[in-house]
């Protein structure tokens, strides 16, 4: 495969932008009335969850009558841009909003369709993402957690890892083994299979973070029976599905801006009459942002447009990874001489030392850059 890496021309188009306006009243007043504090927590709140879904902003691209809106991706880019800037709690539906309820829509029967999409659009359904193992990391084509044929349907043996509030999810959709790979094609031999997590077999083992929040998980499987019909799309070739549902999770907005409530603090340290230094670093910094947005806006242009946009998606995961791990150090180091007097400091050294401690796990989650890099140099033909 040789392929052009192209990013489309994209504007936001005017009922996006009126859309903002809504979300950003909408959050105010949330702010407001105190259900939730900005860039605070770990960022899950089921009742959140309800009125974000009581507004249409959840699987607002899907069809009606999966409880859809059917609007744009460029909309639903609005959306997330907006509650990532407000710090809003997001996490208890932003999964299945983002990449679970479209390989439902695309691969799952009809049944689970109609019983599950419409509890996801109200914010009442979470879940989880069982694509990494402990020994195979961001490389999906070496899964080894088995699903073998039985007379129930599928029997699961085997370990995910990183699943993110797996111990809150009401499902996860994994990536299993179901044959071997062959030698001339390691990505043939994976299924896709819709998991409740309730299912019994089923252990989640917390795994706290450096920050001490309990967000990841280790998953494991003994001898857990998944109904037959719980198999999405085609057996052995989930690869190509994978692949697609990527496109989803490394292009959006979360991918450059999970942190960037350092910039604008960092802003306000630097207060109104910066020193040319701190002109410079927050110009450079506001420059690269403004690129990442457009090349982020573009892929969901070209979502939108029924493409897969695999290639531009890898780009903007790892640039925006790399952006977000060194913006920490960046702000630190151009606050550096700034007098504390006055200036109120306590805050931005405190957002700093979390995103800080945060920030490695980004090169996790979405991929990390040596696998990205890898996807990026066999598309151009690199390897």
Wanted: include cysteine.
């Amino acid at each position: 495969m040789n392929n052009k890496i192209t990013f489309d021309p994209t504007r936001l188009p005017p009922e996006a932008e009126t859309l903002r306006a809504e979300v950003r009243n909408f959050l105010q007043k949330e702010i407001q009335i105190g259900t939730f504090v900005p860039h605070a927590g770990d960022g899950y709140d089921q009742e959140f969850s309800r009125k974000v879904g009581d507004m249409g902003w959840i699987g607002m691209t899907w069809p009606r009558k999966y409880g859809g809106q059917e609007r744009s991706h460029l909309e639903r880019y609005v959306v997330t841009e907006e509650f990532l800037v407000a710090g809003a709690p997001t996490k208890a539906h932003f999964t299945a909003d983002r990449q679970s309820g479209p390989v439902l829509l695309k691969y799952a029967p009809e049944s689970l369709k109609q019983k599950i999409l419409p509890s996801i659009t109200r914010g009442e359904c979470s879940f989880a993402i069982g694509m990494s193992e402990p020994d195979s990391g961001s490389d999906l084509f070496a899964a080894k957690t088995r699903a073998k044929r039985c007379d129930q349907g599928w029997r699961v043996n085997g370990r995910k890892v990183w699943t993110s509030f797996a111990h809150r999810a009401d499902y996860m959709i994994a990536l299993l083994r179901t044959s071997s790979a062959t030698e001339g094609n390691r990505r043939y031999g994976l299924t896709q299979f819709l998991v409740d997590m309730k299912t019994p077999g089923i252990l989640v083992n917390p795994i706290i973070n450096s920050t001490g929040q309990h967000d990841f998980n280790e998953v494991i499987f003994e001898d857990a029976i998944l109904p037959k019909d719980r198999m999405l799309g085609d057996v052995d070739m989930a690869w190509k599905q994978a692949t697609s549902e990527l496109s989803f999770e490394r292009s959006g907005p979360e991918r450059f801006l999970e942190n960037i409530y350092v910039l604008t603090e960092l802003i306000r340290v630097l207060g109104r009459k910066p020193d040319q230094r701190g002109s410079e670093g927050i110009g450079r910094l506001v420059a690269q942002l403004h690129t990442l947005r457009q090349m982020s806006i573009s892929v969901a242009g070209m979502l939108n447009a029924g493409k897969e946009p695999s290639l531009e998606a890898a780009v903007v995961k790892d640039v925006g990874t790399n952006w977000e791990q060194k913006l920490p150090n960046y702000a630190r180091d151009l606050a550096a001489f700034i007098d504390d007097e006055g200036n109120n400091r306590a805050p931005f050294d405190k957002l700093i030392e979390n995103a800080t401690i945060v920030s490695p796990k980004y090169t996790i989650q979405g991929g990390t850059r040596e696998i990205l890099r890898g996807i990026i140099a066999r598309g151009l033909g690199l390897r």
